[in-house]
T-cell receptor, first 115, second 111 residues
Framework: GDSVTQTEGPVTVSESESLIINCTYS????????LFWYVRYPGEGLQLLLK?????QKGSSRGFEATYNKETTSFHLQKASVQESDSAVYYC????????????FGLGTRVSVFP | GGIITQTPKFLIGQEGQKLTLKCQQN?????MYWYRQDSGKGLRLIYY???????QKGDLSEGYDASREKKSSFSLTVTSAQKNEMAVFLC??????????FGPGTRLTVL
């Protein structure tokens, strides 16, 4: 079946430092799945951060970027300079095969940014 | 824009009890989902529905029933709650570009 593996947390980083959360995927039902990053801020629900549905393309939102790399089957999330407000749990997700079916999620990476 | 609401926010039940969770969306999306998330784990699909009155089982459907009587609502029933069960149940609907929008969740505790 399909699977997503991401950086195991928790990750602690100081404000203004860079952040990278690794995500690799395995899609057995489709060659080019849709890829997503979701985020859950403290006390809030799960929300879409960014998405990329075309291999080779880059998505960006709120200063975060992720590039869909089909050669390495990766979709790493990066931010050059984090802020305390970026403290959250980040989930990488894959949509493949029958698009009506649910997304396949990674286990999540908890990020804490300290001033 | 739209919103997904889930009720109740917290649900406490007794072992063996039948419990129902409700979800409403005003995106006018066709496809809706129920996921379960256990502490420290990813989301696992319980049921999904591609249209009114349609129900499709996910990987975790055993022990659950679902109902989609209207396009805007999707209910999940825990048929017999298990003692010490604790999880968050998330409802979602699917947008045009395959992304999913999530509700705030229902946190279940079984005593």
């Amino acid at each position: 079946g399909d699977s997503v593996t991401q950086t195991e947390g928790p990750v602690t980083v100081s404000e203004s430092e860079s952040l990278i959360i690794n995500c690799t995927y395995s899609a057995t039902s489709i060659a080019y799945p849709n890829l997503f990053w979701y985020v859950r801020y403290p006390g809030e629900g799960l929300q879409l951060l960014l998405k990329v549905i075309t291999a080779g393309q880059k998505g960006s939102s709120r200063g975060f970027e992720a590039t869909y790399n089909k050669e390495t089957t990766s979709f790493h999330l990066q931010k050059a300079s984090v802020q305390e407000s970026d403290s959250a749990v980040y989930y990488c997700a894959l949509g493949a095969g029958n698009y009506a079916q649910g997304l396949t999620f990674g286990l999540g990476t908890r990020v804490s940014v300290f001033p | 824009g739209g919103i997904i609401t889930q009720t109740p926010k917290f649900l406490i039940g007794q072992e063996g009890q039948k419990l129902t969770l409700k979800c409403q969306q005003n995106f006018n999306h066709d496809t809706m989902y129920w996921y379960r998330q256990d502490s420290g784990k990813g989301l696992r699909l319980i049921y999904y529905s591609i249209t009114e009155n349609d129900l499709q089982k996910g990987d975790l459907s055993e022990g659950y029933d679902a109902s989609r009587e209207k396009k805007s609502s999707f209910s999940l029933t825990v048929t017999s709650a298990q003692k010490n069960e604790m999880a968050v149940f998330l409802c979602a609907s699917r947008g045009d570009s395959y992304e999913q929008y999530f509700g705030p969740g229902t946190r279940l505790t079984v005593l």
